[in-house]
């Protein structure tokens, strides 16, 4: 079981920064990415940026100039930093984590930290 907890969400005004943590724990050796999604008021949950055990990076197009995924060492805890914020950044930002323990692949889920974005 792999555990996760966002944290550094609040609220911000536009241009701000934030950066967003995910903690883990459990059994982590085995997580082969960490994902950072978000999920705004009605709208469906988005893919954010991605990381892998090997720190192949990837973040959407819609953020890439403004957001950076990270990692410490040993998969302890994954960032996201939010640069330049807007408005439509305002959502709730959850962090998973995938793992494959001999042939079977698991996912899990952070309980979400809320982002707001607002003067």
């Known amino acids: 079981q792999v555990h996760l907890v966002e944290s550094g969400g609040g609220l911000v005004q536009p241009g701000g920064s934030l950066r967003l943590s995910c903690t883990t724990s459990?059994?982590?050796?085995?997580?082969?990415?960490i994902r950072w999604y978000r999920q705004a008021p009605g709208n469906q949950r988005e893919l954010i940026a991605v990381?892998?055990?090997?720190?192949?990076?990837y973040v959407v197009d819609s953020v890439k100039d403004r957001f950076t995924i990270s990692r410490d060492n040993a998969w302890s805890t994954v960032y996201l930093q939010m640069n330049n914020l807007k408005r439509e950044d305002t959502a709730v930002y959850y962090c998973?984590?995938?793992?494959?323990?001999?042939?079977?692949?698991?996912?899990?889920w952070g309980q979400g930290t809320q982002v707001t974005v607002s003067s």
């Open positions: 998973n984590a995938e793992d494959r323990v001999g042939v079977t692949t698991r996912d899990y």
């Open positions: 459990g059994s982590i050796d085995n997580i082969l990415v």
């Open positions: 990381i892998t055990n090997g720190d192949m990076t």
